[in-house]
């Protein structure tokens, strides 16, 4: 036999796709715009969404706001995806309700590096406080996944989101 079809044959039994696959590009804003839209979780359309908006100046400017169905106090969030030195930061900050007391140190928002980006995913590592946090997003057609992955004391927590891209 020769080399290719045994290369093809292994490949086949051990259920490795015969597809290149998708390497990694520089994260840059406009590969980011794939994030644009307004999005509502699956799980509480009415109570939490998030938008994306691409802004004059090179900045997605987002917002998010939740409130959970199990009584919970709710929360709003403002985020940027900007250019920092020769990176792609993410910055956001999360506010009570009334906008009166934001949950960050005033000097403090949370900040993410852009790591990693594909056609439709992105994943952000934390910095400075929030090292080894990672936010990731993933687009699949009408589909946005978010996943947190935290450290809150010292303890892994893991937090996820299904949203759908909002019709009106």
Not at 108 to 137: I, K, N, W
Request: aromatic share 8%; charged share 20%.
């Amino acid at each position: 036999m020769n080399p290719k079809h045994t290369l093809a044959l292994a490949m086949a039994v051990l259920g490795a796709p015969l597809t290149h696959p998708v390497l990694a590009e520089p994260c840059s804003l406009s590969a980011l715009g794939w994030m644009a839209g307004a999005w509502h979780d699956a799980a509480n359309p009415r109570g939490s969404q998030e938008q994306w908006v691409a802004v004059p100046g090179a900045v997605l400017m987002g917002s998010a706001w939740s409130f959970p169905p199990d009584g919970k106090p709710g929360f709003a969030e403002i985020m940027t995806v900007r250019h920092d030195g020769a990176g792609i930061v993410m910055v956001l900050r999360h506010f009570d309700v009334s906008l009166s007391r934001a949950w960050e140190e005033r000097e403090a928002p949370m900040m993410f590096s852009a790591a990693q980006c594909t056609e439709r995913t992105a994943v952000f590592d934390g910095l400075g406080a929030r090292a080894g946090e990672h936010l990731s997003y993933e687009r699949s057609g009408d589909r946005l996944r978010v996943v947190g992955d935290f450290l809150h004391n010292g303890k892994a927590v893991r937090v996820e989101w299904q949203m759908n891209k909002s019709s009106d």
